[in-house]
């Protein structure tokens, strides 16, 4: 046995899966979301105002609810649901958008995920895993050059990036701190998409200062991920990565990240899938989904999966993917990335997005390194925007949204079901809000160009008046710390 089958052989904790299931079943059943599928009829004008009424008052959908809404045809109809998605994702989130870096810290990975150019069998790719030093300085171009506040930091299933790595470069990344113009820029909360890990390791995450933890089940069709992930790598293992956000959740990680690879199969099932997962959640562990992301397959070096696969989403129907998980799980978080182009991001903000990467690089070192953006060899796959972090938030702002920087949230104990309840009642926007616009002020001063800055001032001083007029009690303080902000103080929140 070499060191690394030695490491794989002692990563699943099959007594962590079987807690979990119902007499050996897991909770998606194929054939029964097939069956829900085909069942639904289109609904009429009624029914689907009914279920809308559902999702305003921020209620998770059944699946046959979730069944019918994918049936609508009438324009008129759409355009009901179009109107109800965004006023779901304003009364939940109001007009912020949360944005985040990925931070890539490794491509060796001991899988072969035929979608994936990390997978072991790419003889073509530059292996790479970054050093401490190195991940030292891709933080200092995050926080103090663009002036990211989060990040989502992606690892590789890899002995040399295990657990103890991953804790080392949490603490590296939280411990630097760069000077800007006016204060100091620092990455205030990481958040992780790495490998389905034990409760054991889960809990040591947690206590390394961890926001949400990530995994996408990439297809929730069995025989789909068989094919996909082949028989013998870690990942083939469907319900150890399933029953991962179970094992989070119990180690006390209260913010959870699930997701789909869209292109892999079916869509229709795959959103019902999510649905059904999201609904194990609350129903087990008390607290759903903190995030829905919407990773859409874009082509992989030597992958001709990702290529050719006959599950390739259109631009309309991803869209409309977006649309109906916004009305299903009114909840939660959604976030799109720089796979996608700048209009589709647009497009898809309209429809109930509320986070997006920003100045992405997706090469290991990317930040730090010169000319080494879109290098295949070292990246996963091709992005499809590459705007500035700067760009971004000039566009969302004359769009009228306000780019949140806060990271408060896990920091102050408003996470899992407490976060959770907040949203539902529509009370979390309320410190949000406030900790959008200190947050944003913040970066204006520190990073923004001089067009940047006055069109997110502009949005800044229509934010004042909303909170002057709706929380009269609660702006003095809220004014004294924003004066703080303006003075160079910097990392304020309420
Ligand atoms: N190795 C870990 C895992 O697989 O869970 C985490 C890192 S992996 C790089 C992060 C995600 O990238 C995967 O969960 C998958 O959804 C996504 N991904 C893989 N290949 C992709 C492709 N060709 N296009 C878009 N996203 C892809
Ligand atoms: Fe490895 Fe993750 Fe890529 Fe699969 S998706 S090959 S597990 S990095």
């Excluded at 990925?102 to 072991?120: D, E, I, Q, S, T």
């Excluded at 490998?195 to 929730?220: C, H, N, W």
């Excluded at 087990?284 to 992989?300: D, W």
């Excluded at 959008?436 to 940047?452: I, M």
Aim: overall charge neutral.
């Amino acid at each position: 046995m070499t060191p690394e089958t030695a490491w794989i052989a002692q990563r699943i904790k099959q007594d962590q899966i079987n807690r979990y299931l119902d007499r050996g079943r897991d909770f998606i059943d194929d054939n029964a979301i097939w069956d829900e599928i085909k069942k639904a009829a289109e609904p009429d004008a009624a029914t689907v105002r009914t279920i809308l009424a559902k999702s305003l008052a921020v209620q998770t959908l059944a699946p046959e609810e979730l069944a019918q809404l994918m049936l609508v045809r009438d324009p008129g109809l759409l355009e009901e649901m179009k109107a109800a998605a965004f006023a779901v994702k304003k009364k939940v989130y109001d007009n912020r958008i949360v944005t985040f870096a990925p931070l890539y810290m490794g491509n060796f990975c001991v899988n072969n995920c035929a979608y994936c150019g990390f997978k072991r069998e790419n003889t073509e790719a530059k292996r790479r895993v970054l050093s401490m030093e190195e991940i030292r300085r891709e933080t200092e171009s995050l926080a103090g050059k663009i002036g990211h506040k989060r990040i989502i930091a992606v690892y590789g299933e890899h002995p040399l990036t295990g657990i103890d790595y991953i804790l080392e470069s949490m603490r590296t990344i939280y411990d630097v701190k760069v000077l800007t113009k006016h204060g100091y820029g620092n990455i205030r909360r990481i958040n992780v998409n790495a490998a389905p890990m034990s409760i054991e390791e889960l809990t040591r995450l947690k206590d390394g200062g961890l926001g949400t933890y990530q995994v996408f089940q990439e297809t929730y069709h069995h025989e789909t991920y068989a094919k996909l992930h082949p028989k013998g790598t870690l990942k083939s293992d469907y319900h150890w990565r399933l029953y991962a956000m179970h094992r989070a959740l119990e180690a006390g990680i209260d913010d959870v990240g699930i997701g789909v690879l869209f292109g892999l199969y079916d869509w229709r099932f795959e959103i019902m899938a999510l649905l059904y997962h999201a609904i194990e959640l609350e129903a087990k562990l008390g607290i759903g989904p903190h995030t829905v992301s919407f990773p859409r397959m874009e082509p992989a070096l030597n992958s001709d999966y990702a290529e050719h696969s006959p599950y390739k989403v259109s631009d309309e129907d991803f869209k409309k993917i977006i649309l109906l998980i916004r009305l299903a799980i009114p909840y939660t978080g959604m976030i799109i990335t720089a796979r996608e182009t700048a209009q589709m991001r647009r497009d898809a903000i309209g429809l109930g997005i509320t986070q997006t990467d920003a100045s992405t690089k997706i090469g290991i070192g990317s930040y730090s390194e010169e000319g080494s953006e879109q290098e295949s060899k070292r990246q996963q796959f091709m992005l499809g925007d590459t705007r500035s972090l700067d760009e971004l938030v000039k566009d969302f702002a004359d769009m009228g949204h306000i780019t949140s920087f806060c990271t408060a949230g896990y920091r102050c104990g408003r996470t899992g079901k407490c976060i959770m309840d907040l949203l539902r009642s529509g009370k979390e926007g309320k410190f949000c809000k406030l900790n959008a616009v200190l947050t944003f002020q913040e970066w204006l001063d520190d990073f923004a160009t001089p067009a940047t800055r006055e069109a997110g001032l502009r949005v800044l001083e229509k934010e004042l008046e909303e909170i002057r007029a709706t929380n009269p009690q609660g702006f003095p303080v809220f004014f004294q710390f924003l004066e703080r902000v303006r003075k160079g103080e910097r990392d304020l929140f309420l």
